[in-house]
């Protein structure tokens, strides 16, 4: 059983950045593909991006290319995701995903308990 906790959620103004962490236990991290979704109030969860279990591929949603990054730290057990450019669009409860391939990181085995990001204008 994998236990996901993620962390750095906030409140930041439209145009700056965040730093979010997704600290993973009690299985084989370095075996799994992680992803992030998000969900906004009133809406289906979305998903954000996800990196596959050395790092070498990425996937990302049309919403955030260019602007976030994921990537992961096997030795730490940890996977981040770096916003930039954040605007009020991008307000949501963040969550932290893990499956054991990236191709059905749509379908997690794993989810954490989410983390707030507010954007304000």
């Known amino acids: 059983q994998v236990q996901l906790v993620e962390s750095g959620g906030g409140l930041v103004q439209a145009g700056g950045s965040l730093r979010l962490s997704c600290a993973a236990s009690?299985?084989?991290?370095?075996?799994?593909?992680m992803g992030w979704f998000r969900q906004a109030p009133g809406k289906e969860r979305e998903f954000v991006t996800a990196i596959n279990w050395s790092g070498g591929r990425t996937v990302y949603g049309d919403s955030v290319k260019g602007r976030f990054t994921i990537s992961r730290g096997n030795a730490k057990n940890t996977v981040y995701l770096q916003m930039n450019s954040l605007n009020p669009e991008d307000t949501a409860v963040y969550y932290c995903?893990?499956?054991?391939?990236?191709?059905?990181?749509?379908?997690?085995?794993?989810w954490g308990q989410g983390t707030q990001v507010t954007v304000s204008s």
């Open positions: 009690g299985g084989t991290f370095s075996t799994y593909a």
């Open positions: 995903a893990a499956s054991a391939i990236i191709a059905t990181i749509q379908r997690p085995d794993y």
